[in-house]
């Protein structure tokens, strides 16, 4: 059963507005939450992450937003850039961090 | 360059036909794990250690081993593949402390006929 899902499969926005890539997560534990960024032929690469005890981390054009009574984790891409097109994975974990959980991903493309 | 090397980036084989996929690193970490990416699945995590000699299932350990004899290296091994294990494979390492984030190899296409 998927605990992290990521419901849009693609998302389309123009350069220079913003994009929110959505998350949602059914298990409770999860206290660690992160965002990788995946170009085509190569591996994922972090991007930014945040734990449980915030609600918002910020650097530079990114900021993710974490709303655990909803178990929904956001991440804003704001102004968006063409090289930001790639597949974004958000992903989870708990306790001792041994096991990560990932999203099915969101295919970001952003129109020049 | 701090990286992770995964070999080959792409295997074409048969049903039963052993295959080791190697992973290497060069950061001195102490985590390393195997994950696979499936349309529509995204990425599972198959095995992972968290030292030499230590290592631990994941969500879908299923048909594969793995070992750790080495700091740096953990190979991933398929004794007799199946075409359902046709994947994109990931090998990823951290420093192994508590929520560090993941660094990834660039991928291994395996096909199994």
């Known amino acids: 059963d998927q605990q992290v899902k990521q419901n849009s499969p693609s998302l389309s926005v123009q350069e220079g507005r913003i994009s929110i890539l959505n998350c949602d997560y059914t298990n409770s534990m999860f206290d660690y939450f992160l965002w990788y960024k995946k170009y085509p032929a190569e591996g994922p690469t972090f991007l930014i992450s945040?734990?449980?005890?915030?609600d918002k981390n910020e650097d530079g054009r990114f900021t993710v937003f974490l709303n655990k009574s909803a178990k929904h984790l956001s991440l804003h891409i704001v102004p968006s850039q063409p090289g930001d097109s790639a597949v974004y994975f958000c992903?989870?974990?708990f306790g001792d961090g041994n096991q990560f959980y990932f999203g099915t991903g969101t295919s970001l493309t952003v129109i020049p | 360059e701090a990286q992770v090397t995964q070999n080959p980036r792409y295997l074409i084989t048969v049903t039963g036909k052993k295959l080791t996929v190697t992973c290497s690193q060069n950061?001195?970490?102490?985590?390393m794990s195997w994950y696979r990416q499936d349309p529509g699945l995204g990425l599972r995590q198959i095995y992972y250690?968290?030292?030499?000699?230590?290592?631990d299932k994941g969500d879908v350990p299923e048909g594969y081993k793995v070992s750790r004899k080495e700091k740096r290296n953990f190979p991933l091994i398929l004794e007799s593949p199946s075409p359902n294990q046709t994947s994109l494979y990931f090998c990823?390492?951290?420093?192994?402390?508590?929520?560090?984030?993941?660094?990834f190899g660039s991928g291994t296409q395996l096909s199994v006929l």
């Open positions: 250690s968290m030292n030499v000699e230590v290592t």
């Open positions: 950061m001195n970490h102490e985590y």
């Open positions: 945040i734990s449980s005890i915030k």
């Open positions: 992903a989870a974990s």
């Open positions: 990823a390492s951290s420093p192994g402390r508590i929520n560090e984030k993941l660094f």
